[in-house]
């Protein structure tokens, strides 16, 4: 057994024994499934679903997938835009029937009907093409190394780790022991891109679209190709050189580092879904219309806390913290939002006030309320924040639509402090407080306890779910197992 054990390492196979245990739902999902990879770091388990975005079986396998794990977070490969852009059709039409993206919908649709929460993975697609124009002019960003990896590169941990463990085993080959009798799988496990395609050959489909082109110019070229002409083969290798080139461009900007994104994104939700478990932020989900007759049932009312309390303040999230004293402008044009301010604005101008909130993340997507088109909100933020004083309001139109917008000035004021079962939805679409309190000794208190780490700890396992095309699979994993 001790051999055998070396001589896999010998030939650079990581046996499955040698991994860091991950719970049994993640394991099965990875046997069962070819299209399925996974990192793990410490506590926190990513399950990297490779999928299709054409008709085939992908949405089928997300959800089973999703279904099994039951994560704490899904991921998808999708940008606010295309979100919105994606659920709208998919309102229209069931998920089988969806010519493209079935996958990102089966995601967004299981995750809503489990309560799991849901975040952006992808970035713009303007952020994209930006820089994929502006790294034109640098050498490195033609280089083929990132593409051979996606297809030629095996699966195995880092050498240095096997060679500690390789000398620790044959110092003392009893602690093979446990290992032998315990089967786990590795930290981190890629796609295995061939066994998919064999298992769903419709997944070939986008591929083979993408490099039909490609490949008529290829052989068209070649028929062309004379051996005793130099002059002639010259320019066709070439041609060769500078097609090549060009996909490995594409490649690097469209796939490769959209991977660095996704990976930091899933990082980012793991994060985040540990903050909502140890209670420093608090999740909010809901729905609401997006025309003016939107509706939603608020929550029952606290009974008022100690301290300065002010009822049924209107909350408004900000990616950075709004802070006391200083000043901030605002754009605003969603129908929710300006019905929002055209509420502040009804007051007095001493009570012109609403809240502000840090929001670390935001889902919005397209589903049907009514009858009417609406929108499923899945939004976390702190429980501290910043009533804003309405300083300026001017009233403006959109460029192009004509819409009414406005801008607002605001500055900060007092820190207040919000619980979860203090909070409501307007029937116009945006979160409410019913109890807020306003004291800056309470704020100052949660910031120690926050800073000191002594919020409740999190122990447990947290299971993150990727939902990414076939070719940024194992880079996301890539990228996540190089994460510290």
């Avoid at 203090?422 to 120690?448: F, H, P, R, T």
Wanted: with cysteine; net charge negative.
């Amino acid at each position: 057994g001790t051999i055998s054990f070396c001589a896999l390492f010998a030939i650079g196979i990581t046996p499955p024994a040698l991994a860091l245990s991950i719970p049994q739902s993640v394991a099965n999902a990875i046997k069962s499934y070819p299209c399925v990879g996974h990192a793990t770091r410490g506590n926190t388990h990513f399950v990297v679903i490779g999928t299709s975005h054409s008709r085939c079986q992908s949405a089928k396998e997300v959800r089973q997938v999703i279904e099994e794990v039951q994560p704490d977070g899904v991921v998808v490969e999708l940008d606010p835009e295309r979100v919105i852009r994606l659920t709208k059709e998919g309102t229209r039409s069931p998920n089988e029937e969806q010519l493209f993206g079935a996958d990102f919908l089966a995601a967004i649709d299981t995750a809503q009907e489990k309560d799991i929460p849901l975040f952006i993975g992808d970035e713009y697609q303007k952020e994209t093409t930006a820089r994929l124009i502006g790294t034109v002019l640098e050498p490195a960003s033609y280089g083929p190394g990132r593409l051979l990896k996606t297809f030629f590169s095996s699966n195995k941990d880092s050498s240095s780790c096997r060679v500690d463990l390789i000398r620790t085993f044959i110092a003392d080959p009893m602690k093979l022991a446990p290992l032998l009798i315990t089967a786990l799988p590795p930290s981190f496990c890629r796609v295995d891109l061939i066994r998919t395609f064999l298992a769903d050959p419709m997944k070939l489909a986008p591929l083979l679209i993408t490099a039909l082109p490609p490949l008529v110019l290829l052989l068209t070229t070649a028929q062309s190709y004379h051996i005793n002409d130099f002059g002639t083969n010259t320019s066709i290798a070439l041609s060769l050189l500078l097609s090549f080139m060009a996909t490995c461009k594409v490649f690097n900007n469209l796939i490769a580092d959209r991977d660095d994104t996704l990976a930091s994104n899933a990082n980012r939700a793991a994060r985040v879904v540990s903050s909502v478990k140890s209670k420093e932020m608090i999740r909010a989900r809901w729905t609401f219309t997006v025309n003016d007759e939107a509706a939603a049932k608020p929550n029952s009312d606290l009974d008022p806390n100690d301290g300065t309390v002010i009822r049924q303040t209107p909350l408004f999230t900000l990616k950075t913290p709004l802070e006391t004293g200083k000043v901030r402008n605002l754009n605003l044009f969603e129908p929710r939002w300006l019905k929002m301010i055209d509420g502040v604005m009804a007051q007095p101008a001493e009570s012109q006030l609403f809240g502000c909130v840090t929001c670390s993340n935001k889902f919005y997507s397209a589903i049907d309320v009514n009858g009417s088109e609406g929108r499923y909100a899945d939004v976390i933020f702190g429980r501290r924040g910043t009533l804003a004083q309405l300083t300026q309001l001017v009233e403006g139109q959109r460029p192009v639509s004509g819409d009414r917008k406005v801008s607002a000035r605001i500055e900060g004021r007092d820190s207040f402090v919000v619980e979860e079962e203090a909070l409501s939805v307007s029937k116009e679409g945006y979160l409410v407080a019913s109890d807020i309190i306003c004291d800056d000794n309470i704020c100052v208190e949660i910031e120690q306890y926050e800073r000191d780490g002594e919020c409740e700890k999190v122990s447990d396992d947290i299971k993150i779910v990727i939902v990414v095309g076939l070719l940024h699979a194992n880079g996301v994993i890539d990228g996540l197992s190089r994460t510290k």
